[in-house]
């Protein structure tokens, strides 16, 4: 399974926009990339995903970098709601998480 | 009622005891699978089904076991429970496709 990369923590105060970066340099063709979100105590919750072309949906945007080795998950408006573990992840006929990227956003 | 359900939610068992986690979920799509989660860390698969005939060992399936009862139930066993099994389990369903998981709230599990 393909690995990617995403940096531990990051901070964002609220209401402003929040830009997760995650590096998938060994992505296939065929990857999807997903993002998930983890708040604390809750089980993993879908945010968004794409295959090559930015995606938005009322949660999130989705940039796809042209070679596909890199994307960033955008929240527009950081709300303190928004506080929680990032995962991206390539799914190919299941996902397998990595660490994610904690983000604490501050009021 | 949720769309992926998971019971019991919390149990504190017995080392060497054998407990089941029960999986149910109304999204009518084939696909489930079993994942725990330890404390600070992210999640790992223990084992995934794609049907009902159907059953794969996930990253770490060793000292667990499932069964698919029905497309709507997956169930996770413990044969011989102990105490680094402790963690926190999830289950989840997908359907065919790129299209996203939905997840239940877990069961914290904690052996003895």
Not at chain 1, 5 to 26: D, F, G, I, R, Y
Not at chain 1, 28 to 48: A, C, F, K, M
Request: neutral net charge; hydrophobic residues 30%.
């Amino acid at each position: 399974d393909a690995k990617t990369t995403q940096p531990n923590s990051m901070e964002s105060n609220e209401e402003e926009p929040v830009h997760l970066p995650c590096n998938h340099s060994t992505i296939s063709g065929t990857d999807y990339i997903h993002w998930y979100r983890q708040l604390p105590s809750q089980g993993p919750e879908y945010v968004i995903h794409g295959l090559t072309s930015n995606v938005n949906n009322r949660m999130a945007s989705l940039a796809i970098a042209e070679d596909r080795k890199s994307s960033t998950l955008i929240l527009h408006r950081a709300t303190l709601r928004d506080a929680a573990v990032y995962y991206c992840i390539l799914r190919t006929d299941k996902l397998i998480f990595g660490t994610g990227t904690r983000l604490q956003v501050f009021p | 009622d949720a769309d992926v359900t998971q019971t019991p939610r919390n149990r504190i068992t017995k080392t060497g005891k054998r407990i089941m986690l029960e999986c149910s979920q109304t999204k009518g799509h084939d696909r489930m699978y079993w994942y725990r989660q330890d404390p600070g860390l992210g999640l790992r698969l223990i084992y995934y089904s794609f049907d009902v005939k159907d059953i794969n060992k996930g990253e770490i399936s060793d000292g667990y076991s499932v069964s698919r009862q029905a497309q709507a139930k997956f169930s996770l066993s413990l044969e011989s429970a102990i105490p680094n099994q402790t963690a926190l389990y999830f289950c989840a369903t997908s359907d065919f496709g790129p299209t996203g998981y939905t997840f239940g709230s877990g069961t914290r599990l904690t052996v003895v």
